[in-house]
Each structure stands twice: as structure tokens, then as C-alpha cells.
């Protein structure tokens, strides 16, 4: 359970492990990208966690990261034909991150720090935990680039880019909007805020338990 | 030397595995993404053949001329290929259709922005049926006088789609 939640805040990989930080600056335009990016890296993680940690006995050292790429690969090839098939417009949406969840440091990195010494069931949950902490960073990330650059937020039904399944915002604010926020320079502007945030958030929590 | 091989095994046999997976994976979904390839074309391809089948075909073309093909069911082939006229921001994009028997029968043009009046002309659909339709070959495709870039690059779309015709018949 501690694993599950570390993933959050106290070891949330964006924003306090810096890691798979090009993606979630890329997608964190929208919150449908931001979702389903999100949601696709979880699944990714989720079970090339579980694979590296159910052969971790048997893979000689020597060639484990071959090994683990071959494997992020093949699940990363898998998770990309699926949306190209059912969520096309997601697919067209996401681009070339979709299969550069492959290179993605947070998965290559839970598998050699936590997913090759430990059990298959707590390698999951920390899949999931870490995975759900970056769909979480890419969400407030999307969220509040979303907003500043056109008032509103609002997510779509990925199956049916047409229907809209909530939208809310500040009409008044329409006229106000920030443009730059859609911007890569935006993205480090908010990556930077709320890893900021996220630094004072954890130094107090330290402090307190000094005390 | 022992280890060696056992490491390349291993690896291999991962590799193997992985093959396996994915290629049952793409099995599973390539008829689907084929499909939405299809329905993205097909409000285009139905202005040709109107209620006919459509199956994408793969081609490849090197000078980047054809760049899709399909397969209609019983009737022929229609070949969406893009040439500059004399726009040379926008250019032409066309669907060719050639029937079994080699014959051009329908050139519908998708994205064309020539000068109103002279390359536009080419468009025209009395002068789609003299200038293309009935063409055999790249020779009989006919050019029109005061449009000779926006011909060219008709002439250029459709010698190209009887090569990819040639090709995949």
C-alpha cells in the first residue's frame, strides 16, 4: 500500500523523480491526451513490471536490459496496435510518444530499481502506483494548461471524439486567455510551478517527522 | 564460450516470445485499422463509385507521386496521386480510377487551387472526360493549351497511376 501511494506525492515520478519528464511536457496540452497518455504508460507499466519481476530469477545479469527492452517493446508495440485500432483518434492525437513510451525512463527505471528484487504483486502495485502518479502530473499538468489557454477543460469520449463527456471553465475569463500556455515554454512554466510545489510539500512532511 | 551461447538463447527465446505475442496482437487488429483507413477515404472514393467495395491495397511509390491505393471490387483500381501545378503552395491532389480493362473512367480532383480560368480549366468536367477519360496510356492523356503546368502535372499524376496499375494488376 506504501508503494501504491508513494507514487503520488512523496516519489511522484515527474514531478520529484524528474523522470519521463519529455512526454508528459509534450501531451499535457489537453486533458484527453493527457488521460490517455497516461492511462497507456500505466498499462505499459503495469505489466512489464509484472513480467520482469515473474522472470527476474531466471534472467542472467549480464543481459537484463536487453532483455527488459525487448519486453517494454513488445508491450509498448502491443498497447500502439490496440489504440491504433480502437482509438484512432487518439492515436493520431498522441503521434510518435506513443511508441517512445519505450524509452520512457520511468519504466526502464521502476524495472531495474524496484521490479527486479521484488515479488510479481507488489512490482504490479507499484506499476500502478507510479503509473496512476503520472497520469496525476499529466492531469494537473493538462489541467491548468488547458484552462489558462482557452477557459476552459474539457474531456471528450475518446471513442467518439464528437461527444463531450464534461466541459467547465470560466466563460468570463474567454477573453483573458494565455496563449503561451499551449506552448512548450508554458509547459516548463507549470512543470516548474508544481515541481516547486511539490519540493515544499515534501520538505515539510521531512520536517515534521523530525520533530 | 558456454555462457556466451546461453545468454543468446536466452535472449533469443525472449525474442521469439515477444515475436509470437505480436504478431497474434497485429493479426488481431490490422482488419480493424484497415477499415479506418478505409472510412477515412471512403466519402471520396464513393464520389467515383458510388455503393461499390474499397480495399486498401499496399503500394509504394519511390518518386512520391501515388500515395494510396485501392482495390474496388470487381471494377478496377483508384489511385490517389499528388503533383505541383503551377500553385506551387497547393498542390494538386487527384483520385484516378482504371477500370480492369486499363482504361481511365473517372478523374475526380480533391485539392487543386489553380489560376481561375486557365490551369482551373482542367478540371472542368467537359474537359475531364475529353482530356482523360479513355486514356490507355500516359500518351493518349491529352494536354490543354494555356494551362500547360497544371497539364503536366495531370499528365504526371496519371502516367504514375498506370504505373502502380501495372504494378499491382
Same mark, same amino acid.
Given at each position: 500500500?506504501?508503494?501504491?501511494?508513494?507514487?503520488?506525492?512523496?516519489?511522484?515520478?515527474?514531478?520529484?523523480?524528474?523522470?519521463?519528464?519529455?512526454?508528459?511536457?509534450?501531451?499535457?496540452?489537453?486533458?484527453n491526451?493527457?488521460?490517455?497518455?497516461?492511462?497507456c504508460?500505466?498499462?505499459?507499466?503495469?505489466?512489464?513490471?509484472a513480467i520482469?519481476?515473474?522472470?527476474?530469477?531466471?534472467?542472467?545479469?549480464e543481459?537484463?536490459?536487453?532483455?527488459?527492452?525487448?519486453?517494454?517493446?513488445?508491450?509498448?508495440?502491443?498497447?500502439?496496435?490496440?489504440?491504433?485500432?480502437?482509438?484512432p483518434?487518439?492515436?493520431?492525437a498522441?503521434?510518435?510518444?506513443?511508441?517512445?513510451?519505450?524509452?520512457?525512463?520511468?519504466?526502464l527505471?521502476?524495472?531495474?530499481?524496484?521490479?527486479?528484487?521484488?515479488?510479481?504483486?507488489?512490482?504490479?502495485?507499484?506499476?500502478?502506483?507510479?503509473?496512476?502518479g503520472?497520469?496525476?502530473?499529466?492531469?494537473?499538468m493538462s489541467?491548468?494548461?488547458?484552462?489558462?489557454t482557452?477557459?476552459w477543460?474539457?474531456?471528450?469520449?475518446?471513442?467518439?471524439?464528437?461527444?463531450?463527456i464534461?466541459?467547465?471553465?470560466i466563460?468570463?475569463?474567454?477573453?483573458y486567455?494565455?496563449?503561451?500556455f499551449?506552448?512548450?515554454?508554458g509547459?516548463?512554466?507549470?512543470f516548474?510551478?508544481?515541481?516547486?510545489l511539490?519540493?515544499?510539500?515534501?520538505?515539510k512532511?521531512?520536517?515534521?517527522?523530525?520533530? | 564460450?558456454?555462457?556466451?551461447?546461453k545468454?543468446?538463447l536466452?535472449?533469443g527465446?525472449?525474442?521469439?516470445l515477444?515475436?509470437l505475442?505480436?504478431?497474434?496482437?497485429?493479426?488481431?487488429?490490422?482488419?480493424?485499422?484497415?477499415e479506418?483507413?478505409?472510412?477515412?477515404?471512403?466519402?471520396n472514393?464513393?464520389?467515383?463509385?458510388? &455503393?461499390?467495395?474499397?480495399?486498401?491495397? @499496399?503500394?509504394n511509390?519511390?518518386s512520391?507521386?501515388? %500515395? +494510396? /491505393?485501392?482495390?474496388v471490387?470487381?471494377?478496377?483500381?483508384?489511385f490517389?496521386?499528388?503533383?505541383?501545378?503551377y500553385?506551387?503552395?497547393?498542390?494538386i491532389?487527384?483520385?484516378?480510377?482504371?477500370?480492369?480493362?486499363?482504361?481511365?473512367?473517372?478523374?475526380?480532383?480533391?485539392?487543386?487551387?489553380?489560376?481561375? &480560368?486557365?490551369?482551373?480549366?482542367?478540371? @472542368?468536367e467537359?474537359?475531364?472526360?475529353?482530356?482523360? %477519360? +479513355? /486514356?490507355?496510356?500516359?500518351?493518349?492523356?491529352?494536354?490543354?493549351?494555356?494551362?500547360?503546368?497544371t497539364s503536366?502535372a495531370?499528365?504526371?499524376?496519371?502516367?504514375?497511376?498506370?504505373?502502380?496499375?501495372?504494378?499491382v494488376?
Amino acid at each position: 500500500m506504501n508503494n501504491f501511494k508513494n507514487g503520488f506525492i512523496k516519489e511522484n515520478p515527474v514531478f520529484c523523480l524528474f523522470l519521463g519528464m519529455c512526454s508528459s511536457l509534450a501531451l499535457s496540452t489537453s486533458l484527453n491526451n493527457a488521460l490517455g497518455m497516461g492511462i497507456c504508460v500505466t498499462l505499459v507499466l503495469i505489466f512489464s513490471n509484472a513480467i520482469i519481476s515473474a522472470i527476474r530469477k531466471i534472467t542472467p545479469d549480464e543481459i537484463r536490459i536487453p532483455v527488459y527492452i525487448v519486453i517494454i517493446a513488445t508491450l509498448v508495440s502491443v498497447v500502439e496496435l490496440l489504440v491504433h485500432a480502437y482509438l484512432p483518434a487518439l492515436f493520431d492525437a498522441l503521434g510518435a510518444f506513443l511508441s517512445l513510451i519505450v524509452v520512457n525512463c520511468i519504466i526502464l527505471g521502476r524495472a531495474e530499481a524496484f521490479a527486479k528484487k521484488n515479488p510479481i504483486l507488489p512490482s504490479i502495485i507499484d506499476g500502478l502506483g507510479m503509473g496512476l502518479g503520472y497520469t496525476f502530473a499529466l492531469v494537473v499538468m493538462s489541467c491548468i494548461r488547458e484552462f489558462l489557454t482557452t477557459a476552459w477543460v474539457s474531456l471528450y469520449n475518446p471513442f467518439d471524439m464528437s461527444q463531450l463527456i464534461f466541459r467547465i471553465g470560466i466563460p468570463q475569463l474567454s477573453d483573458y486567455t494565455i496563449s503561451l500556455f499551449g506552448t512548450s515554454v508554458g509547459a516548463f512554466f507549470t512543470f516548474a510551478c508544481l515541481a516547486a510545489l511539490f519540493a515544499f510539500i515534501n520538505s515539510k512532511e521531512k520536517k515534521e517527522a523530525k520533530k | 564460450m558456454k555462457k556466451t551461447i546461453k545468454l543468446a538463447l536466452f535472449l533469443g527465446i525472449v525474442a521469439a516470445l515477444s515475436g509470437l505475442i505480436l504478431g497474434f496482437v497485429n493479426s488481431l487488429t490490422e482488419p480493424i485499422i484497415q477499415e479506418r483507413a478505409v472510412a477515412s477515404e471512403k466519402a471520396n472514393l464513393e464520389l467515383m463509385y458510388p &455503393g461499390a467495395d474499397f480495399k486498401i491495397i @499496399e503500394y509504394n511509390d519511390e518518386s512520391g507521386t501515388v %500515395i +494510396g /491505393a485501392y482495390e474496388v471490387t470487381g471494377k478496377g483500381y483508384i489511385f490517389k496521386a499528388t503533383a505541383t501545378g503551377y500553385n506551387s503552395s497547393t498542390p494538386i491532389i487527384a483520385l484516378v480510377g482504371i477500370t480492369n480493362d486499363g482504361k481511365i473512367d473517372n478523374v475526380v480532383a480533391l485539392q487543386q487551387q489553380e489560376t481561375n &480560368g486557365f490551369g482551373s480549366r482542367c478540371f @472542368e468536367e467537359s474537359n475531364i472526360k475529353s482530356l482523360y %477519360i +479513355g /486514356a490507355q496510356s500516359e500518351a493518349d492523356v491529352d494536354m490543354l493549351a494555356g494551362a500547360s503546368f497544371t497539364s503536366t502535372a495531370m499528365k504526371e499524376i496519371m502516367a504514375k497511376s498506370f504505373e502502380a496499375y501495372k504494378k499491382v494488376k
